[in-house]
């Protein structure tokens, strides 16, 4: 079965290999502060009206590695979730649609949790964390009821 704005097969171990990079480097990054110097450059500020500056007004170099490890997470994952199966069937279309459907619930039920019961900094980084959650939720799932009928297969056979 031919479906539209799948990638190949072949993308997905790509996408795998990107997106746990990603997650190294964005936990090394976010939990123990790691930050390599050859990553910080002094670039004008895009957002702001004026560039970040340091104490004494010149500009501050400033680390891309969260930017990095967030891009390549990003893409892997969507690599990984969008590319075909080998054996891609209706059963496996409508898989792939109930997991993002239930990836989209239970991430914006933990979104209305976030909301209600967490503040300023904690908040803040909880919302870091949800920007990656879809594509991790739906990873989990698609491939776990995936694991679960091809071994229900086997034991019917």
């Known amino acids: 079965?031919?479906?539209r704005f799948l990638f190949p097969h072949r993308y997905k171990a790509v996408g795998w290999v990107l997106f746990a990079t990603?997650?190294?480097?964005?936990l090394l990054a976010w939990n123990f502060e790691w930050h390599p110097s050859w990553l910080s450059f002094e670039l004008p500020a895009f957002?702001?009206?004026?560039?970040?500056?340091?104490k004494d007004g010149?500009?501050?170099p400033h680390n891309f590695l969260p930017e990095i490890s967030g891009v390549l997470c990003i893409i892997g994952a969507l690599l990984a979730a969008c590319s075909r199966?080998?054996?891609e069937d209706e059963f496996i279309m409508r898989l792939r649609l109930d997991s993002l459907l239930w990836a989209v619930y239970v991430n914006y039920?933990?979104?209305?949790?976030?909301?209600l019961l967490t503040y300023e900094?904690?908040?803040l980084n909880l919302m870091v964390y949800s920007m990656f959650t879809p594509l991790v939720l739906f990873?989990?799932?698609?491939?776990?009821?995936?694991?679960?009928?091809?071994?229900?297969?086997r034991y019917a056979e």
């Open 85 to 87: 199966e080998q054996h």
């Open 139 to 153: 990873l989990l799932r698609f491939h776990y009821v995936l694991f679960r009928s091809s071994r229900a297969a």
């Open 47 to 54: 957002v702001l009206p004026h560039p970040v500056l340091g």
């Open 22 to 26: 990603g997650a190294v480097l964005g």
């Open 121 to 123: 900094f904690l908040f």
């Open 1 to 3: 079965m031919h479906t």
């Open 109 to 115: 039920g933990l979104l209305i949790l976030a909301l």
């Open 58 to 60: 010149t500009p501050t």
